[in-house]
């Protein structure tokens, strides 16, 4: 072999080992045995400060995560392209019935800056340009339209950082199948977004199209 | 608001506020002051039992994670169409600069489990079969005609598993600006397979070709 | 050497190194650099079932922690024996001029159970009992009057568990430079008490002398 | 109630709650149900920075932990004063039978450090210097001899430091009925030795009379 995994890694994993998997090794056994069934799917970006199984303290099995740059879902194509992000949304609508569909986006993120740089220059996204390609996914929000020049930086990336996860949503719901379990209430979206800065949550409420503090949690 | 975020993720979100954010934010915001710099690029199922951030116990910006049914690259196709996964690798080797790409398999993968079903069975994807036309990405690897009926199904799931791994590290040598990294030193590939079963990683030898038991690791 | 630490222990440590102390390796070494200032002092159990860095989530550095059978506080005695719990004490208020001095009991404590059992049946502390000759440092607490034959043995035993802890305070005030702390408000007293079957934790309102469930915490 | 817990202490502990206690809320009510049953004695310092229970990632229910300042154990005195340590010992060995006893000391200790100081100086301990007293314990350790004001002073508060463990498990064997376990093969005895400004661990030698760091783990 010629290249080794990094000694980091090999640490990492090893650390993994002795504390929480010797602690968890019972459940993990289980899981592999009677396989997972999750029930939440989560939608999350690729960033390296923002992993949803650290922010949401998750066990082993509690939720599968999709993870693509920025966090979005493409509208329902029913073609012969790979589509991964929507295969990942069918394996846990269909296969697995997860209750709960959340579209995670958070602060800095990379992905959304690319998009506004372009779309104030103009820029129009070549073939083989993949991230902005990707990108185009958010074009058809309407509240992109509060991209402004002159506006703060930091404000207009989070109000445009918001605005992707309402387009995710309204992709989510293109879907046809999920949009009957939504329906049928065997399923419930929710859009969040996190701020690394300060460990802020916000979730969306679709009412007002809002994104509020999360509530304090209950003591239990 | 309709629907309110489900208590358990919640209370996991309080729980890392009270723990492990409180004890590292002030790497959280100097992550978000400075942007991230990973090193490490890693593409992962989206298994919920295989969180690569818990199983190398990774910190917060230290692996850009993709997430995909199989953890499955395709090919290089610079075409218009949403390339989720080829963005987060652009992103990952173009702009971030990582020194290592990971694809990190695993046991009782439902992806490949779906794929050898239809192999077997000699079913077709249709379009809009998400999943399926998505597994398709692994069709090209002759070492899949291991796979055969009256062979050990685990041992055959496995093989697999791994076949699909190799296919992964070809298919990433397939991106131009990638291999060009590769070759001049900057960037490593690696392939790995997780059996959460009992915890055990094995490390792809490219040479040979074999996924071999992680060597113990030094004591630091 | 005849005998080597025990597996157990040098895997946990060797886990230790590879998650928590990489990733806190700097504030430890300047708690090693600067000295410790905990602003706590907790007086608990050496019982294996409560440590107080893991139920409160301590960091390095935060919390002093004297742990002998039962939690107990004896009374000031200024004599030339060695009285290890007090120099604890002498040490926390007088050197490092805590801010709080919490003694930390517990269900199912088995100093209390033995103090229990040897109540009931009228037996005599021999010399050399070194348990039951240290639990007579809870004898002159009026409140084990309560003490019945009849009465149910687990609500009989909580309730001399938390009798214990107004004990322990009580002898905390027989040290003159301890009061004179608290009097000047330099220094807090708390009484806590844990139950690690269900993992309630109540608080001494000394107000009232019960015990009381926590209120929930403000989200912060 | 005047005082409530300090607010760190509720966030703590609610973090344990929803992160920790959570995932082993069964393996807590097992415990709670069954008692207690350690197969390891921990003499350890009161210190903030060395909790053993962190160092050695142990599970709820893996050792019994008694601390004290400089994690002294007394010699044998079978007399009718409190002797908490000694209960300890007592609680753990005779009722409990574990099956190893280690004496933990570490660098920076206070404790030693105000014994070195008051022996260089030539200070006697005053009944009521209760940390002075307690430290007396030491003072038959014909290794101090090596205490020299011309030497330097880490190496010298390293080497009484671990001159104290040393003295310690000579204490440990005053007590007949522990040395009776240990001779029958059923406990066994350790010293060790902690340094956090690097995180290394010393494991004594009793032949040699050395503190040796400890071997590599195997990988398991």
Redesign the interface.
Known sequence: ?????????????????????????DH??E???A??A???LMVAC????V?P?????????????????AN?V?PYQ???????????????VQ?LEV??A?VMGH??C??IRAFRDNHLKGRV?A?????A?????IAPATELALVCEGCDPLEDQHAMEQAAIRQSLRNLRTFPWLVERERSGAL???G?WF?????T?R?????SGRFQP???????
Chains 1, 2, 3, 4 share one sequence.
């Not at 029913?78 to 846990?92: Q, W």
């Not at 701020?195 to 460990?199: H, I, S, T």
């Not at 979730?203 to 009412?207: G, I, P, V």
């Open positions: 072999m010629r290249h080794r995994l990094p000694n980091r890694l090999v640490e990492g994993y090893s650390g993994f080992r002795q504390t929480r998997f010797r602690r968890e090794k993990y056994a899981l592999a045995a396989g997972q999750p029930e939440v690729v960033d390296s400060r992993a199984e650290v922010i949401f303290d998750a066990d082993a099995g509690e939720m599968l995560v999709v993870r693509n740059v979005l493409p029913p073609d012969s392209n790979y589509h991964g992000t929507s295969a990942a949304i069918e394996f846990a296969v209750k709960h959340v602060a800095s990379g992905g996204a073939p083989g340009d993949f991230v390609q990707w990108m185009e996914i419930q979206l929710h969040i701020d690394m800065a300060d460990g949550l979730e969306l409420d679709e009412a999360l509530q304090r949690p209950r003591f239990t």
